[in-house]
């Protein structure tokens, strides 16, 4: 530690020497070359033409920070700014407009953290968007975006930590392992082998769950402890002899469970009590019953061995200020040394207090809901003294206006992108990020520089989807994940085998198809936030591994949207006036599952009241549902509506403008009442008009001719009768003087109130398994692509031919191939989505299409001849392989592909 704070200060002293060194430089030049005493020097003052830029950008800026030191909204200050950057926008460059202090001053004039002037600052936020997100300005915007960028360029000092000797290939040799019992813990046993072998990506927790039934005290030996010393914190409960020993596990740290068998008792017979796990199923959480140390050092539980060896052994941790190291692990190149760990038993305390998961705060403040987006978060460690941080802060106030502009306009015009948001990447900071999650050393001890984590959160927008996924990937989900995405991304894959599982723990479950929702919620309860890998096979169908577990999630989406379910909203609501969310089956015609074709949002209940029970159960396992996924690495089917994706990431300040992505029937109606509504405030407010002039006027407002009060209307939700707005809402007519209440009512139900139990179930789900404020660093659009993968895409016989790999007997120019590829081409958006589960397991292919296959789709012969006609196309899910016979005309191989997508639907029974 000191070593390490000599060296900071170190390389602060050296970055000061080169600073002072550079500017005696720069000050010689400008008097020698220019004539110019930088000491009494004023760029204001300066005549040169070269420096009329300069000088009046200082001027500007000046303006704009006495602005900012007053009340008021600084019109005239942006108009001039606006004026003077379309005049000379081929002449104004990053360093003047650093040089000059006008993103200083934007900032200042915009931004100020003061929220007793809050109401000052959204005037200001107003006036920006007035003058620069005009359509005659659009190239004056796009400049001043391209000047921030250069500005941040020039003055960013965010250091990437690279190590020279990156060594991956570790992680492909077992460690050598002597496992020794602490002479502390005399009553476990000594482990009975020697030497182990073990993986480098296995966890501590692995070692102590290898370790527990191999050394745990025998019966006898804890019945003789539990009567000497009852109550002992080292005494071990009866209940550890429900852990089941390691089936199989041959000492490298994966487990080798066979395949657990989940068989719910039949409907009317008597089970698990709720929220109980069925018998068979393994506990969530093990509780931790041995310590592992190396050395004097314990172990967090949480990390591999590699990381242990890197953190805590001084041959192969960091160079200490006396010798340097080589970088490396020659412990893991065979023949090595062997690492000693030693276990004792770990020490519960008596009582632990779970802390909740901190829920993000969801009432509306009265801050304005723009701010939300233009602020920079009070989270964010980028201090505001850093040179980049006024230039970073204006960068995120223009993202903010160019997507949200709407929320102080209202107006649906100003819904969307005003510019592309690409413009707002910076390919500087990008490639820095990216070198940076590319090193192997800082994956390995999970120890990311902090500017990583700001700028991701803080200001997504400046790093594209595909950078943000992938540091996504590597901080979300633990050392361990992140160490096989490395080595998965990194290395050459064997087509026969799935490089990111193979050395993660499996937990293997075979379940029923008819009861497949019913075990989900067993298997959630119990298994989602263990860090085995979850696989899923089915009852009396032959199909492992991959492509059953993918159709799991799949067919597990689908499930979720089941009418009898009563969880979400549907489009028929707005029009209906006797369905209820907790109404009888009988009145559901047609598919068994929800119509919500602009996504899922969950079924609204009264303000101030809960979903039942069984309903908030539901969305609770969904939460741990898609997070499992998202650990996992599986693609679900759930099409989230825009606002319950605004839920999940913590964006719930919503209005009117976002029910048109619920309902955009009943957005259209209560746009038109909010027209009104503003018409007769209008009247209320004409000091001209006689009592007699305002009450006419305002009893000719009428809706498609009718009056407000002839609509009976009341104030309970449309196509919720039962969910009453306000208390005897039911016995409260609308009329033209309380339509503004009823607007906000119904808006705020749908999308907040009446949502709040729902969501805070799913949240609470999804906390379970890890962070959803991780989900943060993506944009709405983006959820969506995280979660659910690409849903359609132009299939082109080019990408096809790059993508898939034809393979033992089959040439990229066989006549069957290019067939197979033509027809892939022709196909709609439901062929494609039932193609790819065909092949896959799963309805929707992930990120990049074809290309991000893994492993890639193969397609080889099945049989040929004249008897190649009648056979079917079948498939290996687990390898995405296609058997596809030599067909003898491209009809054919149309025909019997799409029959054999259809029929091959929802089982495993094909070889």
Same mark, same amino acid.
């Given at each position: 530690?000191? @070593?390490? =704070? %000599?060296?900071? +200060?170190? /390389?602060?002293?050296?970055?000061?020497?080169?600073? $002072?060194?550079?500017?005696?430089? &720069?000050?010689?030049?400008?008097?020698?070359?220019?004539?110019?005493?930088?000491?009494?020097?004023?760029?204001?003052?300066?005549?040169?033409?070269?420096?009329?830029?300069?000088?009046?950008?200082?001027?500007?800026?000046?303006?704009? @920070?006495? =602005? %900012?030191?007053? +009340?008021? /909204?600084?019109?005239?200050?942006?108009?001039?700014? $606006?004026?003077?950057?379309?005049? &000379?926008?081929?002449?104004?460059?990053?360093?003047?407009?650093?040089?000059?202090?006008?993103?200083?001053?934007?900032?200042?004039?915009?931004?100020?953290?003061?929220?007793?002037?809050?109401?000052?600052?959204?005037?200001?936020?107003? @006036?920006?968007? %007035?003058?620069?997100?005009? /359509?005659?300005?659009?190239?004056?915007?796009?400049?001043?975006?391209?000047?921030?960028?250069?500005?941040?360029?020039?003055?960013?000092?965010?250091?990437?930590?690279?190590?020279?000797?990156?060594?991956?290939?570790?992680?492909?040799?077992?460690?050598?392992?002597?496992?020794?019992?602490?002479?502390?813990?005399?009553?476990?046993?000594?482990?009975?082998?020697?030497?182990?072998?073990?993986?480098?990506?296995?966890?501590?927790?692995?070692?102590?769950?290898?370790?527990?039934?191999?050394?745990?005290?025998?019966?006898?030996?804890?019945?003789?402890?539990?009567?000497?010393?009852?109550?002992?914190?080292?005494?071990?409960?009866?209940?550890?002899?429900?852990?089941?020993?390691?089936?199989?596990?041959?000492?490298?740290?994966?487990?080798?469970?066979?395949?657990?068998?989940?068989?719910?008792?039949?409907?009317?017979?008597?089970?698990?009590?709720?929220?109980?796990?069925?018998?068979?199923?393994?506990?969530?959480?093990?509780?931790?019953?041995?310590?592992?140390?190396?050395?004097?050092?314990?172990?967090?539980?949480?990390?591999?061995?590699?990381?242990?060896?890197?953190?805590?052994?001084?041959?192969?941790?960091?160079?200490?200020?006396?010798?340097?190291?080589?970088?490396?692990?020659?412990?893991?190149?065979?023949?090595?040394?062997?690492?000693?760990?030693?276990?004792?038993?770990?020490?519960?305390?008596?009582?632990?207090?779970?802390?909740?998961?901190?829920?993000?705060?969801?009432?509306?403040?009265?801050?304005?809901?723009?701010?939300?987006?233009?602020?920079?978060?009070?989270?964010?460690?980028?201090?505001?003294?850093?040179?980049?941080?006024?230039?970073?802060?204006?960068?995120?106030?223009?993202?903010?206006?160019?997507?949200?502009?709407?929320?102080?306009?209202?107006?649906?015009?100003?819904?969307?992108?005003?510019?592309?948001?690409?413009?707002?990447?910076?390919?500087?900071?990008?490639?820095?990020?990216?070198?940076?999650?590319?090193?192997?050393?800082?994956?390995?001890?999970?120890?990311?520089?902090?500017?990583?984590?700001?700028?991701?959160?803080?200001?997504?927008?400046?790093?594209?989807?595909?950078?943000?996924?992938?540091?996504?990937?590597?901080?979300?989900?633990?050392?361990?994940?992140?160490?096989?995405?490395?080595?998965?991304?990194?290395?050459?894959?064997?087509?026969?085998?799935?490089?990111?599982?193979?050395?993660?723990?499996?937990?293997?479950?075979?379940?029923?198809?008819?009861?497949?929702?019913?075990?989900?919620?067993?298997?959630?309860?119990?298994?989602?936030?263990?860090?085995?890998?979850?696989?899923?096979?089915?009852?009396?169908?032959?199909?492992?591994?991959?492509?059953?577990?993918?159709?799991?999630?799949?067919?597990?989406?689908?499930?979720?949207?089941?009418?009898?379910?009563?969880?979400?909203?549907?489009?028929?609501?707005?029009?209906?006036?006797?369905?209820?969310?907790?109404?009888?089956?009988?009145?559901?015609?047609?598919?068994?599952?929800?119509?919500?074709?602009?996504?899922?949002?969950?079924?609204?209940?009264?303000?101030?009241?809960?979903?039942?029970?069984?309903?908030?159960?539901?969305?609770?396992?969904?939460?741990?549902?898609?997070?499992?996924?998202?650990?996992?690495?599986?693609?679900?089917?759930?099409?989230?509506?825009?606002?319950?994706?605004?839920?999940?990431?913590?964006?719930?300040?919503?209005?009117?403008?976002?029910?048109?992505?619920?309902?955009?029937?009943?957005?259209?109606?209560?746009?038109?009442?909010?027209?009104?509504?503003?018409?007769?405030?209008?009247?209320?407010?004409?000091?001209?008009?006689?009592?007699?002039?305002?009450?006419?006027?305002?009893?000719?407002?009428?809706?498609?001719?009718?009056?407000?009060?002839?609509?009976?209307?009341?104030?309970?939700?449309?196509?919720?009768?039962?969910?009453?707005?306000?208390?005897?809402?039911?016995?409260?007519?609308?009329?033209?003087?309380?339509?503004?209440?009823?607007?906000?009512?119904?808006?705020?139900?749908?999308?907040?109130?009446?949502?709040?139990?729902?969501?805070?179930?799913?949240?609470?789900?999804?906390?379970?398994?890890?962070?959803?404020?991780?989900?943060?660093?993506?944009?709405?659009?983006?959820?969506?692509?995280?979660?659910?993968?690409?849903?359609?895409?132009?299939?082109?016989?080019?990408?096809?031919?790059?993508?898939?790999?034809?393979?033992?007997?089959?040439?990229?120019?066989?006549?069957?191939?290019?067939?197979?590829?033509?027809?892939?081409?022709?196909?709609?958006?439901?062929?494609?989505?039932?193609?790819?589960?065909?092949?896959?397991?799963?309805?929707?292919?992930?990120?990049?299409?074809?290309?991000?296959?893994?492993?890639?789709?193969?397609?080889?012969?099945?049989?040929?001849?004249?008897?190649?006609?009648?056979?079917?196309?079948?498939?290996?899910?687990?390898?995405?392989?296609?058997?596809?016979?030599?067909?003898?005309?491209?009809?054919?191989?149309?025909?019997?592909?799409?029959?054999?997508?259809?029929?091959?639907?929802?089982?495993?029974?094909?070889?």
């Amino acid at each position: 530690g000191g @070593a390490g =704070a %000599a060296g900071g +200060a170190h /390389d602060e002293r050296s970055q000061a020497e080169l600073r $002072a060194f550079l500017s005696e430089i &720069a000050t010689a030049i400008f008097k020698n070359r220019l004539g110019i005493d930088v000491d009494t020097y004023s760029s204001t003052q300066d005549t040169h033409p070269a420096m009329d830029t300069l000088r009046r950008l200082s001027g500007l800026a000046k303006q704009l @920070a006495e =602005a %900012a030191a007053q +009340a008021g /909204d600084g019109q005239q200050c942006l108009q001039q700014v $606006a004026e003077f950057l379309q005049d &000379a926008a081929n002449a104004c460059s990053p360093f003047e407009m650093l040089s000059s202090g006008l993103l200083q001053a934007l900032y200042e004039f915009l931004l100020f953290t003061d929220d007793s002037r809050a109401a000052t600052r959204l005037q200001r936020i107003q @006036a920006l968007c %007035a003058k620069f997100f005009l /359509d005659s300005r659009r190239d004056v915007l796009l400049h001043l975006i391209e000047n921030t960028h250069g500005a941040v360029n020039a003055v960013e000092q965010f250091q990437v930590v690279e190590h020279q000797d990156n060594n991956p290939a570790a992680l492909s040799t077992p460690i050598k392992l002597k496992l020794e019992r602490d002479p502390s813990s005399k009553g476990l046993k000594e482990h009975p082998a020697q030497i182990v072998l073990i993986e480098p990506l296995a966890s501590i927790r692995a070692v102590e769950s290898y370790l527990w039934p191999r050394v745990r005290p025998s019966k006898s030996d804890r019945r003789r402890r539990s009567r000497q010393s009852a109550g002992d914190d080292d005494s071990v409960s009866s209940d550890d002899d429900d852990e089941s020993a390691l089936a199989g596990d041959n000492g490298d740290g994966r487990r080798r469970q066979p395949c657990i068998d989940l068989r719910l008792p039949a409907p009317g017979e008597p089970g698990p009590a709720e929220g109980k796990r069925p018998s068979g199923l393994p506990k969530q959480l093990m509780r931790r019953k041995l310590v592992i140390s190396m050395g004097d050092q314990e172990l967090p539980s949480n990390i591999t061995i590699y990381q242990a060896t890197k953190a805590f052994t001084p041959v192969y941790g960091e160079a200490t200020a006396e010798e340097s190291v080589p970088m490396g692990f020659p412990i893991l190149h065979s023949p090595g040394p062997t690492l000693t760990l030693r276990y004792r038993l770990h020490k519960e305390p008596r009582e632990r207090s779970k802390s909740p998961v901190p829920q993000p705060d969801v009432r509306i403040t009265a801050e304005h809901a723009i701010e939300k987006h233009v602020l920079f978060p009070t989270s964010a460690k980028l201090k505001t003294s850093d040179q980049t941080y006024p230039a970073l802060c204006v960068l995120r106030a223009l993202y903010a206006l160019n997507n949200h502009r709407h929320l102080l306009s209202g107006e649906e015009n100003s819904v969307g992108e005003f510019v592309p948001n690409s413009v707002f990447v910076n390919n500087k900071l990008s490639s820095k990020l990216i070198r940076q999650v590319s090193d192997f050393e800082t994956i390995c001890q999970s120890k990311f520089p902090a500017w990583c984590h700001d700028l991701v959160t803080s200001c997504p927008f400046l790093i594209p989807f595909e950078a943000r996924r992938l540091y996504f990937s590597y901080t979300a989900f633990g050392s361990v994940r992140a160490l096989q995405k490395f080595k998965q991304d990194n290395q050459q894959q064997d087509e026969e085998d799935r490089g990111n599982e193979r050395q993660l723990s499996r937990l293997k479950i075979r379940i029923s198809r008819e009861r497949i929702l019913e075990s989900t919620i067993a298997i959630m309860s119990s298994c989602a936030s263990t860090q085995s890998v979850l696989e899923i096979e089915f009852f009396d169908e032959i199909g492992t591994g991959l492509g059953p577990t993918m159709e799991f999630y799949s067919t597990v989406s689908r499930e979720f949207q089941r009418r009898d379910l009563h969880m979400w909203s549907e489009a028929s609501h707005a029009k209906s006036t006797t369905t209820t969310t907790n109404g009888d089956d009988n009145n559901d015609e047609g598919t068994p599952y929800v119509d919500a074709p602009l996504g899922l949002l969950p079924a609204p209940v009264a303000p101030g009241t809960k979903a039942d029970a069984k309903c908030l159960r539901y969305f609770d396992t969904l939460g741990r549902f898609v997070a499992k996924a998202l650990v996992d690495n599986r693609m679900i089917d759930l099409p989230f509506s825009v606002p319950f994706q605004s839920w999940m990431l913590g964006e719930e300040a919503m209005g009117l403008n976002e029910l048109r992505y619920v309902n955009q029937e009943l957005w259209t109606t209560l746009r038109e009442f909010v027209e009104l509504c503003r018409k007769r405030t209008a009247l209320v407010n004409d000091k001209t008009l006689t009592d007699k002039e305002r009450q006419l006027g305002i009893a000719g407002l009428t809706y498609k001719g009718a009056s407000i009060e002839s609509l009976s209307l009341d104030f309970t939700l449309p196509g919720f009768p039962d969910v009453q707005l306000k208390p005897e809402g039911a016995d409260i007519t609308v009329t033209i003087d309380n339509l503004e209440e009823y607007v906000k009512l119904v808006v705020r139900t749908i999308l907040v109130e009446g949502i709040r139990s729902q969501m805070e179930a799913f949240r609470a789900g999804f906390n379970s398994v890890f962070p959803l404020d991780t989900m943060r660093i993506f944009s709405l659009h983006e959820v969506d692509r995280v979660l659910c993968g690409l849903r359609f895409s132009v299939w082109s016989f080019e990408d096809l031919t790059a993508a898939c790999k034809p393979d033992h007997g089959y040439q990229p120019d066989s006549m069957v191939v290019q067939w197979f590829y033509e027809t892939l081409g022709t196909f709609d958006r439901e062929e494609q989505r039932q193609f790819v589960s065909f092949v896959t397991g799963s309805p929707n292919l992930p990120v990049g299409g074809f290309q991000s296959l893994q492993p890639r789709l193969t397609i080889v012969p099945k049989s040929r001849g004249p008897s190649a006609d009648r056979e079917l196309p079948s498939v290996m899910t687990c390898q995405n392989y296609v058997k596809l016979p030599e067909y003898s005309s491209k009809a054919i191989l149309e025909k019997k592909l799409r029959l054999a997508m259809k029929e091959g639907q929802g089982s495993f029974l094909l070889s």
